[in-house]
């Protein structure tokens, strides 16, 4: 998350909005985030009084714990915070997946289409062999073996995604943002399947 920062407001200890990323400029403001903390908690010396900016880090989380938010601000940091952990089980799921130590393929759309096809195939012709490209070259299937395989990339992707619903579970269960911001936020997956 430390690329995020709340809109405070110095003045009321209060904070005004969402975690949001911070361009490089703000406004008239060149190289924003480059200033030191307290030149970006309170924005008064640049022209913008009752307007400041604090980067969300364990750095900061004391000063972030005694600022005031309404539960609706509450609501959109958990939110915020399952988003970002969307967006990294995707990123997982994106990266090659090794099978066997012996070749790898990439989980894009096309890919799991062609293997979803190549299942039902496999299903209706338990006899059936193949060369199927990976992105190690090619590597020669039976039926069986592809109804494995298929069986074993619906899990790792199941799987993926409960690591991804426990996560958000315990975002939910946060009654502060620095509850929140204590969460380890990184789904940790080995992207190996064994056949």
């Known amino acids: 998350m430390d690329d995020l920062y709340f809109e405070i407001n110095p003045n009321e200890s209060k904070i005004l909005g969402p975690p949001i990323n911070l361009d490089i400029n703000w406004n008239n403001i060149s190289g924003i985030v480059f200033l030191n ?55 997982i799921e994106s990266i090659p997946l090794e099978i066997n130590n012996s070749f790898s393929i990439q989980l894009t759309e096309r890919c799991k289409s062609s293997i979803i096809m190549k299942y039902h195939e496999c299903l209706g012709n338990e006899n059936l062999k193949f060369n199927w490209k990976t992105l190690s070259g090619f590597f020669e299937f039976d039926s069986k073996m592809f109804l494995n395989l298929y069986a074993k990339i619906q899990n790792y992707i199941q799987n993926l995604f409960e690591l991804e619903y426990k996560i958000h579970k315990k975002i939910e269960e946060c009654e502060n943002i620095s509850n929140l911001m204590d969460l380890d936020l990184e789904i940790l997956y080995d992207n190996k399947i064994l056949l």
């Open 37 to 91: 903390k307290e030149e970006l908690y309170d924005l008064s010396w640049a022209g913008y009084s009752n307007i400041g900016f604090i980067k969300i880090c364990s750095d900061n989380k004391n000063t972030i714990k005694s600022l005031y938010y309404d539960s609706n601000i509450l609501n959109l940091v958990k939110s915020k915070w399952k988003s970002k952990v969307s967006e990294n089980r995707k990123q």
